[in-house]
């Protein structure tokens, strides 16, 4: 509505400016009219009163009416006319007005019309005070107005946002509790399993990834709950970056195989890469960002995952495959949500870029896309770095659980799941 106003009052200072400017060229040329008719025509009833023509013949000087104004005539243009026998025009402002004069010769004679404008000054300040109490009233009405639409339009759709924040929370709320007995008991079958590799390495597939599910509903949580109050900000850590890279290349491994695709990783020298943030965040940006490429890469594809420092305080993660690719024109608005190519016939880029560029510059950092059609696509990620770790010192790491360790807490405050309560103290004494 601010902006409403200010257009509304842009276009009435354009519609005044337009009033005024043609109010004064039309005074202008009635001005010049009157006084080319009374310096040519010998009216003998008189000018009117607000023109005063004076004749000089020879030394006589004749004025047209008296008392005419103080300091006419101007004896300075008398003179000059009557030694070039040509036209002079001039202005003077005096006591508060203006004073056209025209000095011109008429036969033997030399005359002098003053034309005295302030009715026409007088017209202009009556204009300019409209378009003041016009805009006065305008602004006070715009204020009027954007009180009466904020009461019976905006709030409505607040009331919406605040609903669809609730629904969320709610959602996220209700779905902790089963999420929670789902990867307790996941974790149940995995230390109940036998000793066979492929059962057990299932099974603890099995229990990050519903981890990771856990983490992904508190999320949901925590941005309905930012939403309300923006000043409730996570706590940020130190964050392995290569870690994290290889968790993803770990997890996608089979998936990978299945297409016949090499995920190649490089890291700088296996060190830890410390970055601040979230840990599930950003290990969302390196896992989605890696899926994507397995999305559109073909079989016998190749894609090759960076992690490195760029400079003391920079650190950047590259991902650049050789599939489907894009148009470089795109590069852009691929963050934007469902975004649609202009060739994209079916294909979306959906809302995943554009949650993940929220996660980075929500950490202070950047991302970039480059590509071209059949050519692959390349993704790169920059988070401002921590120092880098000593030499034979270890990265923090975070707890293998930490979704569910948050929803162990916040069962442990809620006395209707005693059983909750026990599984959580009974995982909280367990190294997994």
Same mark, same amino acid.
């Given at each position: 509505?601010?902006?409403?106003?200010?257009?509304?009052?842009?276009?009435?200072?354009?519609?005044?400016?337009?009033?005024?400017?043609?109010?004064?060229?039309?005074?202008?040329?009635?001005?010049?009219?009157?006084?080319?008719?009374?310096?040519?025509?010998?009216?003998?009833?008189?000018?009117?009163?607000?023109?005063?023509?004076?004749?000089?013949?020879?030394?006589?000087?004749?004025?047209?009416?008296?008392?005419?104004?103080?300091?006419?005539?101007?004896?300075?243009?008398?003179?000059?006319? =009557?030694?070039?026998?040509?036209?002079?025009?001039?202005?003077?402002?005096?006591?508060?007005?203006?004073?056209?004069?025209?000095?011109?010769?008429?036969?033997?004679?030399?005359?002098?019309?003053?034309?005295?404008?302030?009715?026409?000054?007088?017209?202009?300040?009556?204009?300019?005070a409209a378009l003041a109490l016009a805009a006065a009233v305008a602004l006070l009405a715009t204020v009027l107005t954007n009180r009466i639409v904020g009461r019976f339009a905006v709030a409505p759709l607040v009331e919406a946002l605040e609903r669809q924040r609730r629904f969320?929370?709610? =959602?996220?709320?209700?779905?902790?509790?089963?999420?929670?007995?789902?990867?307790?008991? =996941?974790?149940l079958l995995a230390r109940r399993a036998g000793k066979g590799a492929a059962d057990r390495r299932d099974l603890d597939r099995l229990v990050v990834t519903t981890a990771r599910l856990g983490e992904i509903v508190d999320e949901l949580l925590l941005s309905a709950r930012l939403?309300?109050?923006?000043?409730?900000?996570?706590?940020?850590?130190?964050?392995?970056?290569?870690?994290?890279?290889?968790?993803?290349?770990?997890?996608? =491994?089979?998936?990978?195989?299945?297409?016949?695709?090499?995920?190649?990783?490089?890291?700088?020298?296996?060190?830890?890469?410390?970055?601040?943030?979230?840990?599930?965040?950003?290990?969302?940006?390196?896992?989605?960002?890696?899926?994507?490429?397995?999305?559109?890469?073909?079989?016998?594809?190749?894609?090759?995952?960076?992690?490195?420092?760029?400079?003391?305080?920079?650190?950047?993660?590259?991902?650049?495959?050789?599939?489907?690719?894009?148009?470089?024109?795109?590069?852009?608005?691929?963050?934007?949500?469902?975004?649609?190519?202009?060739?994209?016939?079916?294909?979306?880029?959906?809302?995943?870029?554009?949650?993940?560029?929220?996660?980075?510059?929500?950490?202070?950092?950047?991302?970039?896309?480059?590509?071209?059609?059949?050519?692959?696509?390349?993704?790169?990620?920059?988070?401002?770095?921590?120092?880098?770790?000593?030499?034979?010192?270890?990265?923090?790491?975070?707890?293998?659980?930490?979704?569910?360790?948050?929803?162990?807490?916040?069962?442990?405050?809620?006395?209707?799941?005693?059983?909750?309560?026990?599984?959580?103290?009974?995982?909280?004494?367990?190294?997994?």
């Amino acid at each position: 509505m601010v902006f409403v106003g200010l257009a509304f009052g842009a276009l009435l200072a354009l519609v005044g400016g337009v009033a005024y400017v043609s109010l004064v060229r039309s005074q202008d040329r009635q001005i010049q009219r009157e006084l080319v008719y009374a310096t040519s025509a010998d009216d003998r009833t008189g000018p009117p009163g607000c023109v005063w023509v004076f004749t000089l013949r020879g030394t006589a000087m004749q004025a047209s009416s008296a008392p005419f104004p103080a300091g006419f005539p101007l004896r300075s243009a008398l003179d000059s006319v =009557a030694a070039t026998r040509g036209t002079e025009l001039t202005t003077v402002e005096r006591g508060g007005t203006t004073f056209y004069v025209r000095t011109q010769p008429r036969g033997d004679a030399i005359v002098q019309t003053v034309f005295d404008a302030r009715y026409q000054l007088a017209d202009r300040r009556h204009l300019l005070a409209a378009l003041a109490l016009a805009a006065a009233v305008a602004l006070l009405a715009t204020v009027l107005t954007n009180r009466i639409v904020g009461r019976f339009a905006v709030a409505p759709l607040v009331e919406a946002l605040e609903r669809q924040r609730r629904f969320v929370a709610d =959602a996220s709320h209700e779905l902790r509790n089963p999420i929670a007995q789902v990867h307790t008991r =996941a974790q149940l079958l995995a230390r109940r399993a036998g000793k066979g590799a492929a059962d057990r390495r299932d099974l603890d597939r099995l229990v990050v990834t519903t981890a990771r599910l856990g983490e992904i509903v508190d999320e949901l949580l925590l941005s309905a709950r930012l939403a309300a109050a923006p000043a409730d900000l996570p706590r940020t850590e130190p964050v392995d970056l290569t870690a994290l890279a290889r968790d993803a290349v770990t997890a996608e =491994a089979d998936r990978a195989g299945e297409r016949r695709v090499t995920v190649a990783l490089a890291t700088p020298d296996g060190s830890p890469l410390l970055v601040p943030g979230v840990e599930s965040a950003l290990r969302r940006v390196v896992g989605q960002l890696l899926a994507n490429s397995l999305t559109h890469t073909p079989a016998g594809g190749r894609i090759d995952l960076t992690v490195r420092r760029a400079g003391r305080d920079r650190a950047e993660f590259v991902v650049a495959d050789t599939g489907d690719g894009f148009d470089p024109a795109e590069a852009d608005r691929i963050f934007d949500r469902f975004h649609r190519g202009a060739e994209a016939g079916d294909r979306r880029f959906g809302l995943g870029l554009a949650l993940l560029h929220e996660v980075v510059t929500g950490h202070g950092g950047t991302i970039e896309a480059s590509g071209r059609p059949g050519q692959g696509a390349t993704f790169t990620v920059r988070l401002p770095a921590l120092a880098p770790v000593a030499a034979g010192a270890r990265a923090p790491r975070q707890p293998r659980l930490p979704g569910q360790l948050r929803v162990a807490a916040w069962l442990s405050s809620h006395p209707r799941f005693p059983g909750q309560v026990r599984v959580a103290a009974w995982l909280s004494s367990h190294g997994r």
